[in-house]
């Protein structure tokens, strides 16, 4: 598996290194020249609302690299199906259901709380064909982008740990190095903690924004199928009421597009080098 250096991973050094030096100038340049004390505000917000940006912004690589596309797939007819915040009892039996009706490989990305309380769907998952991977211990949604080290490391491995127990003795039951993050958001550490135990952090190249009650279904099917081609990564939510419904819909016109869904092996997503 190609596994960057985040150390070396220079967006995110220069990132970084501004807002120290933007932090340093905003206490410094107050003290030794005329201007106001709250001047030193002003000096630090535009590094500051850079570094906001790169914490919430789900598709920036700024401090760190992310997986947005399957370089194995991009000659092929296969794309990438995950489905996030998982499982539940109401709607997993009824995704499976059509992902075997179409003969649809996906990966579930699932909350460590949630595999904790319904271990048999994510053994039943793993039964179908499809991957499990780890979307965080509790999906701190609002927070995570601001959580502090030991609390992100907590979310990663309490996921992963869920994850273990709930397949059990299974086959392979280690949970693939794979994390998909809150909303896309990126605290400050979660690209050394993933670096750390050498997992990618998985994005998406099309989302159909079904992460609420009642989105419109004509709306999340236009943006999914606009971002359907070979090598996509697709992200749908479960455990909204409407995962069924939309893959019912999604999954016919994949195939009729000639587009298969896949699950690709973890060792041949390789990050990018963070060039943009
Ligand atoms: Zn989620």
């Given at each position: 598996m190609t596994l960057p250096s985040i150390h070396s991973y220079r967006p995110r050094r220069l990132l970084l290194s501004w807002v120290g030096l933007a932090a340093v100038a905003a206490v410094m340049v107050p003290a030794v020249s005329p201007l106001p004390a709250w001047s030193g505000i002003l000096i630090f917000l535009p590094a500051h609302l850079t570094l906001l940006w790169a914490q919430l912004s789900?598709?920036?690589?700024?401090l760190g690299p992310v997986v947005d596309k399957v370089p194995g797939f991009v000659a092929s007819d296969q794309l990438w199906l995950t489905l996030d915040d998982g499982p539940d009892p109401d709607e997993t039996p009824a995704v499976l259901e059509v992902l075997d009706r179409h003969g649809a490989k996906a990966t579930f990305f699932v909350i460590g709380t949630r595999a904790s309380a319904h271990p048999e769907l994510i053994r039943e998952i793993r039964r179908r064909g499809h991957q499990v991977a780890n979307h965080s211990a509790t999906h701190p949604q609002g927070l995570f982008w601001a959580l502090p080290r030991p609390a992100v490391a907590r979310e990663l491995d309490g996921g992963a740990q869920a994850l273990r127990e709930a397949l059990g003795d299974d086959d392979g039951a280690q949970p693939p190095p794979l994390f998909r993050s809150p909303v896309g958001m990126t605290p400050i550490s979660l690209p050394t903690l993933l670096a750390e135990r050498g997992w990618l952090r998985i994005g998406w190249s099309?989302?159909?924004?079904?992460?609420?009650?009642?989105?419109?279904l004509d709306a999340v099917e236009r943006r999914l199928v606009a971002g359907a081609r070979p090598g996509a990564i697709l992200a749908l939510h479960e455990g909204r009421g409407h995962a069924p419904e939309l893959l019912g819909r999604l999954l016919p016109r994949l195939q009729a597009a000639g587009l298969a869904c896949a699950v690709p092996d973890a060792s041949s997503l390789g990050a990018d080098s963070g060039r943009r």
């Open positions: 789900p598709s920036c690589r700024w099309a989302r159909g924004l079904d992460g609420v009650a009642r989105p419109d």
